[in-house]
Nanobody, 114 residues
């Protein structure tokens, strides 16, 4: 599975961004896709995940502000981020889990200014 992430950028506090992650390759075997992030000086953490069945799960810190959803036709998963805060500043990584592998996209920088 190959993943192509996009959509990061610089935004002011309270602003919004939408990240995209397009999957290609052996996508029929993917059972979950998600977004992780790594802030400076911190460990990588799970932000949101969506399963093949449509179930979602979010980190407590983003509940009510972020939404993960997918377009099955385009094989793309999105992360809509609203009410962004400086604490959301990080490199965001897309991940896909299949029975054969755990695949990662290139990181995309999200910077929220105060």
């Amino acid at each position: 599975v190959q993943l192509q992430a996009s959509g990061g950028g610089l935004v002011q506090r309270g602003g919004s961004l939408r990240l995209s992650c397009a999957a290609s390759g052996e996508i029929s075997d993917i059972w979950a896709m998600g977004w992780f992030r790594r802030a400076p000086g911190k460990q990588r953490e799970l932000v949101a995940v969506i399963t093949k069945g449509g179930s979602t799960n979010y980190a407590d810190s983003v509940k009510g502000r972020f939404t993960i959803f997918r377009d099955n036709v385009e094989n793309t998963v999105y992360l809509q981020m609203n009410s962004l805060e400086p604490e959301d500043t990080a490199v965001y990584y897309c991940n896909a889990q299949s029975s054969k592998s755990s695949s990662w996209g290139q990181g995309t920088q999200v910077t929220v200014s105060s």
